[in-house]
Nanobody, 121 residues
Framework: QVQLVESGGGLVQPGGSLRLSCAAS????????MGWYRQDPGKQRELVAT???????NYADSVKGRFTISRDNAANTVYLQMNTLKPEDTTVYFC???????????????WGQGTQVTVSS
């Protein structure tokens, strides 16, 4: 099927930057929307940013102007550049990919394992 491997999380001071990466591999025929979500324990997962195969982006209001999503279509990889990080950005970040595993087949949603981002002095 499809596997997602995330990297780039960690501890950073307020005002600092981190870059998350998520690489999709496996029996991929095509990838449409790629995105990042985040989730606090006991709360609903919320959208951070998404990007289509054509490069159209969508951001949560809380991250607009600070975070930038991008993708490498040839490598089936999505990135999240996070600048001016705030303590309230602390949580687990998950990547999500909508992918088709065969020509003419259905599109499925796949999730990464999650990566912790901690913003603290």
């Amino acid at each position: 099927q499809v596997q997602l491997v995330e990297s780039g999380g960690g501890l950073v001071q307020p005002g600092g930057s981190l870059r998350l990466s998520c690489a999709a591999s496996g029996s991929i025929f095509s990838v449409s929307v790629m995105g990042w979500y985040r989730q606090d324990p006991g709360k609903q997962r919320e959208l951070v940013a998404t990007i289509t195969s054509g490069g159209s982006t969508n951001y949560a209001d809380s991250v607009k102007g600070r975070f930038t999503i991008s993708r490498d279509n040839a490598a089936n990889t999505v990135y999240l550049q996070m600048n001016t990080l705030k303590p309230e950005d602390t949580t687990v970040y998950f990547c999500n990919v909508l992918a088709r595993v065969g020509a003419g087949g259905p599109t499925y949603s796949y999730w990464g394992q999650g990566t912790q981002v901690t913003v603290s002095s």
